[in-house]
């Protein structure tokens, strides 16, 4: 066969990799800052104002400058945004340059368009950068790793479905027989992820000219179909692409062949099929089916084998290369990544058991358990390709070795000091809760005293992030300075003969999996397959089957004003600090209920779209927050945590006391539940929707002015002040947020529960 001539493309792998140092700094600083603000939560106001005289470092006097940024830096919104910029900004960018370099040299040929590379490339940068627009403006639909409206859904899937065609194609013009492993995992990443995203991100927009929509499930359902989707973006998105990157730069890296072939096969088909079952671990005790909570355990506890059969298959290929780890950076971030992977795939099985799952969730051992996972494995294999690949790509000496090795041991004590702490804080704050007198009353009733007992173990957590964000600014000075000194070559020249024609048919004595690597295109079907399995048999019976999910006569539809509040809710990202969820436990019924009080049931949240159980309690659960606190105590507590929560970690929210609520929309947002969503409203309560709603703020006022002369007498003084430029309090966001609070948990008053009937 003669030999063909062509050039590899570094020019979009480059592309890549700049975009993954720049905004890998973006998403480690954003993570820093939000670790900061749990123990320092006057920070916004450090910057932008304060009129807390008990703030001795602050003595603007002035709020209004905080209040101008309408929440842009609040903790939620800062949480929000750090998550996507790590996972979509740092991690995706990082996997796209290795999947373009190695993709390339696998198949012995150049991608199959240059256009559609960059396009990709473009594509995916304007995503980001409307992400972080749209999240500072408080535009999200506060689903966990899927916060982006719905014009940035279509745009993802326009972007994906554009890599996906050029790379299947690229495939169908390579030099190579036989797919090599790493190629699987890419192939499997890009079905899966394709399923997972759609599916999840079905939503109703409001207006096509606008960016708010709703869920297109609602309650149980929504948060099945979340959790579905966010434990597998997880998996195939930070574990199988990254798999495929280390199957491919490790034994480049220690230039030795994979350790075994088999078992990469058995990894490869096995993680795949059971990962997308395992979801529903995050909804142990939630009102969720017993036997799609018992199936993700099962199924979890079944993903240590794959997992470790991965990690043992990575570190057993570095025999007779253990003398090159000491010398070499690159291997020894590798060395680090693969053994992160193993502990984080290890310590979410044991989470997934109900024994564990009781203490640990909702604390920070499962914040500490990700970091694992997003620092050591996504960002140690980052790291190491990067070290890997500037030399190659710039044809010269990486500048310094010492400093990639400072670099290494930053970051390594970074994930310790990050880790460790949260792993301890996690057990505290979990075993505290639980605790009961000999006379039946909880021991920490106070829920701020279960909250400043692990204030030290987050300051350790921000001593550790920043080791690792310094780690991460040496590697940019090491960046820079390699570039610098190098050549860079945009086309580097290659041969090799052209792929001989050959039946597609099973040879005689060919191996059942060496034939599907020379039929790129059923190997994708059937990873199509293996990865829809466990989803269409956890999924689709709570979507269909009308008695997974009884419905409560008592429950009822939410307000106009209600509904609006529940929006603000979600634009605050209350979520990312509050569950509602109250799991049926004694210590959990006791301390969020009284006595008497209800866990919570399914049947409550067939109106919440989305629904809002959230995976992390700074705060106190909220699904019975309704009637617990007088109206005056929730306008003061927003105003400012700290005077009516002393030693409280929660930022301030001042703007919700000062912007007009806008109330253009309301009436739409009913329509829409109705007309699309079946809610319960009638046409007289839509028509009234206005009058329903102006009401509601009127008793709203009227109870927070006669709990609190003083907040009264303020509004009394503003209104002679201002004249007729005066806005009433009834007019106000913080009214509208304030019915929704009150409403929670409201509906069910009794021991007794009557369900409708679901026939």
């Known amino acids: 066969m003669e030999t ?4 590899y493309d570094n020019s979009i792998v480059r592309a890549f990799l700049y975009a993954t140092v720049v905004f890998g700094l973006v998403g480690f600083l954003l993570g820093l800052t939000a670790a900061l603000m749990l123990f320092y939560p006057e920070l916004p106001e450090y910057f932008f104002g304060t009129d807390d005289a008990t703030i001795v470092s602050l003595q603007s006097g002035n709020l209004q400058g905080l209040i101008n940024t309408h929440g842009a830096f609040g903790f939620g919104r800062i949480r929000m945004l750090h998550t996507s910029a790590v996972i979509f900004a740092f991690v995706g960018n990082g996997m796209f340059a290795g999947i373009y ?4 040299r696998l198949l012995k040929t150049r991608m199959y368009s240059d256009v559609l590379s960059w396009i990709h490339f473009w594509g995916w940068q304007l995503m980001i950068v409307a992400v972080v627009i749209t999240f500072l403006m408080g535009i999200n639909t506060s689903k966990e790793y899927a916060e982006h409206e719905w014009p940035i859904d279509i745009l993802i899937t326009v972007v994906w479905v554009i890599f996906g065609i050029n790379m299947i194609g690229t495939i169908l013009i390579r030099r190579v027989r036989h797919l090599y492993v790493a190629i699987w995992f890419y192939l499997g990443t890009w079905v899966a992820v394709a399923m997972l995203h759609i599916i999840n991100n079905l939503e109703v927009p409001l207006t096509f000219t606008g960016w708010k929509s709703y869920s297109a499930y609602a309650g149980v359902k929504d948060a099945l179909v979340q959790w579905w989707y966010g434990h597998n973006a997880v998996a195939f998105f930070l574990t199988t692409p990254i798999l495929g990157l280390m199957y491919y ?3 480049k890296a220690a230039d030795r062949p994979v350790f075994s072939y088999k078992l990469s096969i058995i990894h490869f088909w096995s993680l795949i099929f059971v990962y997308i079952w395992a979801g529903p671990h995050h909804l142990q005790y939630t009102a969720v089916p017993g036997w799609a909570q018992a199936l993700a355990t099962g199924f979890s506890i079944m993903l240590i084998a794959p997992s470790w059969g991965g990690m043992l298959n990575g570190l057993l290929t570095l025999r007779g290369a253990w003398d090159k780890v000491r010398e070499n950076p690159v291997l020894k971030f590798f060395v680090v990544a693969v053994t992160c992977y193993g502990m984080a795939t290890f310590e979410g099985p044991l989470l997934a058991t109900k024994t564990l799952n009781k203490i640990g969730h909702y604390t920070d ?18 790291f190491g390709m990067i070290y890997y690949l500037l030399p190659i790509m710039w044809r010269t000496k990486l500048w310094s070795v010492k400093l990639a090795n400072w670099h290494f041991w930053l970051g390594t004590l ?3 000091f990050y880790a460790v702490p949260l792993y301890i804080a996690g057990f505290t704050q979990g075993l505290m809760w639980k605790q009961f007198n000999p006379d039946g009353t909880l021991l920490y009733k106070n829920w701020l005293d279960t909250v400043t007992a692990i204030i030290p173990y987050y300051q350790m957590r921000f001593v550790g992030g920043l080791l690792y964000i310094s ?7 090491n960046v820079v300075a390699t570039v610098r000194s190098g050549s860079f070559q945009k086309n580097v020249p290659a041969e090799a003969p052209a792929l001989a024609a050959t039946t597609k048919k099973r040879k005689e004595g060919e191996g059942l999996h060496l034939w599907l690597e020379r039929t790129p295109i059923l190997l994708t079907v059937l990873s199509f397959f293996a990865v829809a399995i466990g989803g269409f048999v956890e999924i689709v019976p709570t979507l269909t089957i009308k008695d997974n999910v009884p419905t409560i006569a008592a429950v009822k539809p939410y307000s106009p004003l209600e509904l609006e509040g529940r929006d603000l809710y979600i634009r605050e990202g209350c979520n990312a600090c509050h569950s509602q969820m109250i799991r049926p436990f004694r210590d959990e019924v006791v301390r969020f209920n009284g006595k008497n009080g209800q866990y919570s049931k399914a049947g409550e949240f067939i109106y919440d779209r989305p629904f809002l159980w959230g995976s992390k309690r700074t705060g106190p659960d909220l699904h019975r927050e309704g009637g617990k606190n007088p109206s005056s105590w929730h306008y003061k507590h927003m105003l400012n945590p700290r005077v009516t ?3 409280s970690i929660m930022p301030r929210y001042p703007w919700l006391i000062a912007r007009d609520l806008d109330r253009s929309q309301m009436v739409d947002k009913i329509k829409l539940m109705k007309n699309t969503f079946d809610v319960p409203y009638t046409q007289a309560q839509i028509d009234s929707a206005d009058s329903w709603a102006d009401n509601q703020a009127k008793f709203i006022v009227k109870q927070i002015y006669s709990e609190a002369a003083d907040v009264k007498e303020a509004y009394a003084q503003r209104k002679a002040q201002e004249g007729a430029n005066f806005v009433p309090l009834e007019k106000k966001e913080i009214v509208a947020l304030i019915s929704y609070l009150q409403r929670l948990g409201t509906d069910i008053k ?3 529960i009557k369900t409708a009937s679901t026939k």
């Open 249 to 251: 730069f490790l034994p």
């Open 101 to 104: 370099y190695s993709l390339q």
């Open 365 to 382: 051992w499962v914040i500490g358990h990700v970091h694992v996972g997003a620092l050591g494995w996504n960002g140690f294999i980052t």
């Open 414 to 416: 970074g994930i310790i």
């Open 471 to 477: 780690g991460a600014i040496l590697m940019c000075v």
């Open 4 to 7: 063909q001539k062509f050039s």
């Open 645 to 647: 929560s002393a030693g």
């Open 750 to 752: 009794t021991t007794e």
